[in-house]
């Protein structure tokens, strides 16, 4: 299994970007899929999920911000991301699964004020 992240790169606050994971060898539409992000310092937290069934869960910090979709078509996750904001500034990462689970090689988001 492989997953190829892309998207990040820099932006002001306020700005958007999204971010994009194709998955290999492996069909999104049966796997959990999360989006993870770790700012220099801290550890990795979860940022969006979504679950086979469609069900999405978002941290607290980015409700109303991020949206977390599928096009299974493409065998692709996005993450879109408005209203960003410095401290969003991290390495954003995607993950299949929740057992057996596999890590995309992250993609940098810096947030300027």
């Known amino acids: 299994v492989q997953l190829q992240a892309s998207g990040g790169g820099l932006v002001q606050a306020g700005g958007s970007l999204r971010l994009s994971c194709t998955a290999s060898r492996t069909s999104i539409r049966s796997s959990y899929m ?37 096009d299974n078509a493409k065998n692709t996750v996005y993450l879109q991301m408005n209203s960003l904001k410095p401290e969003d500034t991290a390495v954003y990462y995607c993950r299949a699964g929740l057992y057996r689970i596999y890590w995309g090689q992250g993609t940098l988001v810096t947030v300027s004020s």
């Open 34 to 70: 999360g989006w993870y992000r770790q700012a220099p310092g801290k550890q990795r937290e979860l940022v969006a999920s979504l679950g086979t069934g469609g069900n999405t869960h978002y941290a607290d910090s980015v409700k109303g911000r991020f949206t977390i979709s599928r």
